[in-house]
């Protein structure tokens, strides 16, 4: 007889998959968020490597046009004659010699009064564009030779005044334009090329002047001359007066001297200087050059870089007489109202919000609401992130940063709006996520534009989002397993 029951093996029901506890969804959410910190790190390199080319673009273009022009002057530079007295050892003895030399004597003028009309131009470069300008200075000064010349060391006699020079610095000459004279009371003189002064590397012109008799002499100039970057003048002289003019709107003033009035508007700007003799702290006469000026901490620190001047030698060999002195200057900038490659440097160095914010939110999804996000899901959407920045960058160089940032913001917000409907299996749930992505990154136009409060807005943004997910996930078992089905065995 049959056993009336059998021991049958039934196979065991597939159950669903495991579920992670949610400590440990936290911690795959983390490190991925980590990992994609390093294509982040590889857009700031690209970032590097598009803006030194946009610097190439902008050097080969000065260098048919001008590179950054430093002007000084005028100076009138007055040879004399002068005994210096050397030892030296022969036969080992001690022996005296005077030799007659030649050398120059620096006369700054009483009063230098000039009139600056900047014209700036947009030149381009494949996709890259750089400004660019022409000035026109014309202006008046006035030279008096000091009754009391000998206290400098220099007797009366031994200056040599029929071969008196009226010198004009300009840092880099490849930029004069036509139309440039001089004349001394009235009387135009032919300008010579070379023979600059030692604060803009001996580049700039001269004129040759019979200053015999001695008498109150008055310089009249005009000078025109193309340049790239900043504009820089040095003043020289008991008084110094400039007015600048320029149809820019977004000058940046620096140097050692900031204007005395300045008024700037949307058709343009105009500053006046006003530097006297005590300001400058230097002789009206001096027995050798000033050295080109340095950079200071004054102003915007990019609008006054100290760029190295090449010292050209002078005819003899030389690079001139150094121990007038170092030679002070200011300097105008006319910058782009919006820098598009420090602007994109500064919205890379948020990409770890968006990357965050965007992954509590699938979190909280997960974790509270039921909706399973696997870690390629958080990968892809974390990719698509960090795909803005590089979008930006490209879309910046061509139509500029403000529709870039449109672009590539609705772009990215589109694409996540429909991958996040079907990970999270919910357009309600997509939509909450793209309202969030809207106002992520409205927010963050608007700290690039806040620079000054952008350390304060973000840390407050930040403490009220923790806040927020800490109250959210207060009860739960970060530690235990989630939400499952108990199923009886009898």
Known sequence: MTEASQSVSVPPVPSARSERSPGVKLVIAVLI??????????????????????????????QGWGGQQTIGGPVIVIPYRATETTTVQENGKDVTRTVNTIRNLYLSPQSNRADVVIK????????????????????????VLPADIARYGVTREALMLDRAEVRLGISDARGLVDGNSLSVDGTPLALQPGKGLLSTGNSGT?????????????VDYRIGVRGLGDF???????????TVKSSWPNPSFGGDFLPAKREVKGSGFTATYAIPNLALGQAQVLTGDLSPPVATNYGRRDAYTDVAVEVAAAPDGSTGEASGGTAKAVAISLIEPVDLYSQVDRSIKYGFLFIG?????FLMFDIIAGARVAPAEYLLTGIALVLFFVLLLAFAEV?????????????????LTFYSAAVLKS??????????????????????NLEAYALLIGSVLMFFALAGVMYMTRNIDWGGIGKKDEVAVA
């Open 33 to 62: 968020a980590v990992a994609l910190m390093v294509p982040l790190l590889m857009i700031y390199g690209l970032l590097w490597d598009r803006q030194q080319q946009a610097e190439t673009a902008q050097a080969s273009i000065g």
């Open 120 to 143: 700036p131009e947009k030149r381009k470069k494949a996709i890259y564009e750089t400004v660019v300008y022409e000035s026109q200075i014309a202006g008046s000064a006035e030279f």
């Open 206 to 218: 001269f004129a040759f002047v019979d200053w015999s008799a001695a008498a109150p002499m008055k």
């Open 232 to 242: 820089k003048l040095i003043p020289r002289g008991v008084d110094t007066r400039w």
């Open 357 to 361: 914010f965007t992954f509590v939110a």
């Open 399 to 415: 139509i500029g940063f403000m529709p870039a940032y449109m672009v590539a913001s609705a772009a990215i917000i589109g694409l």
């Open 427 to 448: 357009w309600k749930r997509a939509r909450f996520l793209a309202a969030m992505l809207i106002g992520l990154y409205a927010l963050l136009y608007t700290l690039l």
